[in-house]
């Protein structure tokens, strides 16, 4: 079998789409299929050029066996609107134009973020006549517009809106990454048994439990610290200010715990420049990392926090970091409104969830925590017992059985 996937990201970019998309076509390669990727040159999240590429109309490199074929787009930092729906656009366009000569493919996928790569795989299934899934790894518009880029109440929401219902009901079949997204699609009147719920997962070769770098913890002058791990896009979602805040707080009360933010975003500078505005001493700031280094820095942290702004729209989210943690053995700290991922968090027992925006519980919970070391021992424990359910080869083969069954 012969699949095209259409995705914005793709590795050597870190982000979640990125590493969902590659890890699991490596095992569609390993167990025989031929993969072919349509993706753009690496820029994501600053919109510059990774070294080493350039930004060509057509390349094509092999990677694990994966046929990657990068496309000439506008790029733009991940922020704003105006420019990244240029962006997409772009990138959509050159995947309908590159993708109509590949040849002998069997079905079409395109991943979600971003949206236009769903659009190009709709055109690209009806000019190559074969049957088109869609992954909904995100709500296109209703997470735009709740990162405040843009207005539910604009017609250019409207305008976006209709075409995602459109690709929800011309598509073969859709795929989602949370039970939370299926209600969203049902009641807004797609076929409950078109939606297939596969949530997300992790590369466990990769991620498991390991020492300290004592070298790393050196260099960043956090030699037997407590560490609160943020490792991720800093990105409109997060909300990472609110962490500053408790930081902040935290800093009299506690010298022994450090808060080391690992990764790059639309917020990552504002948030450097608050925290050397109001003296913060006891946080760090890491650039983004390759995806292989990304365990070492997992390996140093006591606690994961995953965070997220206090939106609605993000209480069906499941953010991947999550699961990448869990593997690690760590323990979880949830700053995000009441949903998918609190209960999945608070039904697993592998962590202590704080609703968004409370930043007085959110204080007052992690200092309990770090006071707690038989709570972080059971959640320690509760967190690699769990994550076997979530391996990126179970995702993978799920994945491909849905596929499979949708050839034309």
Not at 29 to 45: A, D, E, L, R, S
Not at 51 to 58: E, H, R, S
Not at 117 to 123: Q, R, T
Not at 234 to 256: C, D, F, P, R
């Amino acid at each position: 079998m012969h699949i095209l996937f259409l995705t914005d990201n793709f590795p050597p970019e870190v982000n979640a789409a990125a590493s969902r998309v590659y890890e699991r076509a490596c095992y569609w390669v390993k167990w025989g299929h031929k993969v072919t990727v349509i993706t753009c040159t690496p820029n994501f999240p600053q919109g510059k050029v990774y070294p080493g590429y350039k930004n060509k109309w057509y390349q094509v490199e092999e990677l694990n066996g994966i046929k990657v074929v990068r496309v000439k787009t506008f790029m733009a930092k991940n922020e704003g609107f105006f420019w990244r729906i240029i962006d997409f656009n772009s990138y959509m366009i050159m995947a309908i134009v590159v993708g109509v000569f590949q040849k002998e493919v069997d079905i079409i996928v395109a991943t979600t973020p971003q949206f236009f790569a769903g659009v190009g795989g709709y055109f690209l299934s009806v000019l190559k006549r074969k049957s088109f899934i869609l992954e909904v790894s995100d709500l296109w518009p209703a997470s735009i517009a709740a990162v405040g880029a843009i207005s539910k109440n604009s017609k250019i929401y409207k305008i976006i809106e209709k075409i995602e219902l459109f690709l929800y009901r011309h598509s073969r079949k859709i795929i989602v990454l949370t039970q939370a997204f299926k209600v969203d699609l049902v009641t807004r009147g797609i076929v409950a048994e078109k939606v297939e719920v596969i949530i997300n997962g992790v590369e466990l070769e990769n991620y498991f439990p390991r020492p300290k770098d004592s070298n790393t913890l050196t260099s960043l002058n956090l030699t037997n610290e407590f560490i609160v791990g943020y490792i991720g896009t800093h990105g409109m979602a997060h909300n990472l200010l609110n962490v500053l805040k408790v930081a902040k707080k935290i800093e009299s009360l506690n010298k022994t715990i450090q808060f080391m933010f690992v990764g790059d975003g639309a917020d990552r500078d504002n948030l450097i420049k608050f925290a050397d505005k109001n003296k913060i001493k006891n946080a760090r700031f890491i650039s983004a990392q390759p995806k292989e280094k990304m365990p070492a820095y997992w390996s140093l942290c006591d606690i994961a926090l995953i965070h997220l702004k206090d939106e609605k729209t993000f209480s069906t989210v499941i953010p991947s970091k999550l699961f990448e943690a869990m593997a690690m053995g760590l323990p979880i700290f949830l700053v995000a409104p009441k949903g998918e991922v609190s209960n999945l968090v608070e039904r697993m027992q592998c962590g202590m969830f704080v609703e968004a925006g409370d930043l007085i519980a959110f204080e007052k919970k992690l200092l309990e925590l770090f006071s707690s070391t038989s709570k972080l021992e059971l959640m320690k424990k509760n967190s690699l017992e769990s994550v076997k359910k979530f391996s990126r080869e179970a995702q993978a083969k799920l994945f491909l059985e849905v596929v499979s069954q949708n050839i034309n």
